[in-house]
């Protein structure tokens, strides 16, 4: 069985919560490591809701300063501390949201209990800011009206598996075994030539995850997830409002579907609606009249890749 890599919505609402739904925040689970992406306000009432020890959460991507996107922020940093954290979080933010917080820290007179380092993201150039033996995190840039960065989330390559009949039975030198799990060919002393592919097994494609915060539609955005297997793509408004879209600088429906498309992702969900809508499925059958594997964020819901 393969090891986890799973999204679970904590918000899909814009600007504001409703009743129903929190502003943007998703936990995402590598292999039980945790990554929370967004923090909107409520996110820590649903991370207790979802059953999410606050404390596992190491790393946590925020992709602009609008307070939907970052309001639970603050909460959450102060219950680590409270609930005994030791741990280093390490928070991930365009420019400005470290004076915010150590603002509200030195007014309160808190001194955390656990360090905080803080990564600026440059919203111009896609960057690695994240690398471990298993998963790597590339900014996206995205199209707003600040300063906004997406997520991606790509799993590494592993070394193959060997096939450890055929090696026996063609007695491959052990000196061979780590070039034929890199996928290379491996040539012995007198010259035999063993295959990689004869002498290993077929391997799953690597994940990934695309995570598109609030944004215009920009093709640019499509040629930087090109291929991913899970997109999750605002969807501010139904097409009928494309003027109300483009003056805030967020995407229609249709529009995250002609992204996905573009971009031959595997699966996209769409999310940030706008507190306008009650009903979500017009949005959901917009979207999928340009890209039918589409599925819509709903609290709670957890998307596998
Ligand atoms: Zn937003
Ligand atoms: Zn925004």
Sequence with gaps: MSSRFEVTILGSSSATPTSRRFPTAQLLNVSERFFLIDCGEGAQIQLRRYKIRFQRINHIFISHLHGD??????????????????????????KGLQEIVDIQLKISATVLNYPVKWVELNPDVPEVIYEDSQLSVTTIILNHRIPCCGFL????????????????????????????????????????????????????????????????????????IAGVKLLYHEATFLH?????????????????????????????????????????EPLLAEAKSEFPETDIAEEGKVFQV
């Design 69 to 94: 996107h970052y309001l639970g922020l603050m909460g959450l940093i102060s219950s680590m501390h409270l609930l005994g954290r030791k741990k280093e979080l390490v928070i991930y933010s365009p």
């Design 240 to 280: 009928e409002l494309l003027d109300r879209a483009e003056k805030t600088a967020h995407s229609t429906a249709k529009e995250a579907g002609i992204i996905a498309k573009t971009a031959e992702v595997g699966k996209l969900v769409i999310g940030h609606f706008s507190v306008r809508y009650n009903d979500m």
């Design 153 to 224: 989330f790509r799993e590494k390559k592993k070394l193959l598996s060997l096939d450890k009949a055929r090696i026996t039975e063609d007695k491959v030198p052990v000196e061979g075994f780590f070039s034929l799990k890199s996928g290379l060919d491996f040539k012995d002393q007198s010259g035999r030539i063993f295959r990689s592919v004869d002498y290993t097994l077929p391997q799953s494609q690597p994940r990934s995850y695309a995570f598109c915060s609030d944004t215009r539609f920009d093709p640019k955005v499509a040629e930087q």
